[in-house]
């Protein structure tokens, strides 16, 4: 098991920036993936970026150029750095933890608002 705590969120201007952490209760070193998801409001729960144990990085094709999704297992924490942010990545942000056959765990969300 592991428990996630993100923080970071807020309200930010059109292009602006925000950096979430997402600190977890355990080592994340043998964490299969750490990833962050979104959901907006009426919006399914959708994937925004992960990392792999290995390193490897995934992000959605919006996000792409703007977010970085990195990790610090020194601290057990994984972030995004969420740059040139737009109207339509509000959303609440949810930090997951991919252990494969012990199942995945989330976080309780942090809010992103970004203003025009």
């Known amino acids: 098991q592991v428990q996630l705590v993100e923080s970071g969120g807020g309200l930010v201007q059109a292009g602006g920036s925000l950096r979430l952490s997402c600190a977890a209760s355990?080592?994340?070193?043998?964490?299969?993936?750490m990833g962050w998801y979104r959901q907006a409001p009426g919006k399914q729960r959708a994937l925004v970026a992960f990392?792999?144990?290995?390193?490897?990085?995934y992000y959605t094709d919006s996000v792409k150029g703007r977010f970085t999704i990195s990790r610090d297992n020194a601290r057990n924490t994984v972030y995004l750095q969420m740059n040139s942010l737009k109207p339509e990545d509000t959303a609440n942000y949810y930090c997951n933890a991919d252990l494969g056959a012990a199942g995945q765990y989330w976080g309780q969300g942090t809010q992103v608002t970004v203003s025009s």
């Open positions: 355990r080592s994340i070193t043998s964490i299969n993936a």
């Open positions: 990392i792999r144990s290995g390193g490897t990085t």
